[in-house]
């Protein structure tokens, strides 16, 4: 099966400018987050989505950052406007209900870069 | 502040096993020690968990202390492959508290040829 899709891979934007990221999970995952890797550190949660539910987005910059699931299936993540400390990798992941719900499937991530 | 704590780094000879470390004094007793790994330039991948007992699977094996206040990941033939980050994290049984998960800076291990 294929894993989680993400695009684009890099991004290279000057700062103020708005900048948006693309997530397709795996066929069937109902939960969705989007996390924040910044460089020598672990992924930071921003957000999470229970089908088209955002359950928790108390970690996400809501002054600049936004999220969206329409349908309960891809999603998008968008930045406006992007400043210097947002360059990071965003990263995507889902899990599947049920007795397999722990693991956590991530994409490869966006390399974002703000000059 | 992460709930865990490991080495920065390690390095371990190809073919040998690697033995990485985590200390979680503050574990609850309902929480679980999960393990993932990233390769350069990719997403996190998950590897194992466990609550108490001792779990093998096909990746690795993860070996928790009686007190639960420690745990090592062991894997068994360290290849090149093996090389990435690797992060040890405390969490509930619950997939809700996935929005409790920190991640540390991990451990990065350098498997040597």
């Known amino acids: 099966e294929a894993g989680v899709v993400q695009s684009p891979r890099y991004k290279i934007i000057e700062k103020k400018q708005p900048v948006a990221f693309w997530c397709n999970p795996i066929?069937?995952?109902?939960?969705l987050y989007w996390y924040r890797q910044n460089l020598g550190q672990g992924p930071e949660l921003l957000i999470r989505?229970?089908?088209?539910?955002?359950?928790?987005d108390s970690q996400l910059p809501k002054d600049r950052f936004s999220a969206e699931r329409l349908k309960g299936v891809d999603s998008t993540l968008k930045i406006q406007p992007a400043e210097l400390g947002d360059s990071a990798v965003y990263l995507c992941?889902?899990?599947?209900?049920?007795?397999?719900?722990?693991?956590?499937?991530f994409g490869p991530g966006t390399r974002l870069t703000v000059t | 502040d992460a709930k865990t704590t490991q080495p920065p780094s390690m390095d371990c000879a190809e073919g040998r096993a690697a033995n990485l470390p985590c200390n979680h004094s503050t574990i609850s007793g309902n929480e679980y020690v999960y393990w993932y790994r990233q390769i350069h330039s990719q997403g996190p991948q998950y590897i194992i968990h466990g609550l108490k007992n001792n779990e093998t699977n096909e990746m690795a094996s993860l070996i928790i202390t009686e007190d639960r206040k420690s745990s090592t990941l062991i894997l068994p033939h360290a290849t090149l492959r093996d090389t990435a980050v690797y992060y040890c994290?405390?969490?509930?049984?619950?997939?809700?508290?996935?929005?409790?998960?920190?991640f540390g800076p991990g451990t990065s291990l350098s498997v040597i040829p």
């Open positions: 066929s069937g995952h109902n939960t």
């Open positions: 989505y229970e089908n088209e539910e955002a359950v928790d």
């Open positions: 992941a889902s899990t599947p209900t049920g007795k397999r719900a722990y693991e956590q499937y």
């Open positions: 994290i405390v969490r509930g049984a619950l997939k809700t508290s996935y929005d409790k998960v920190i």
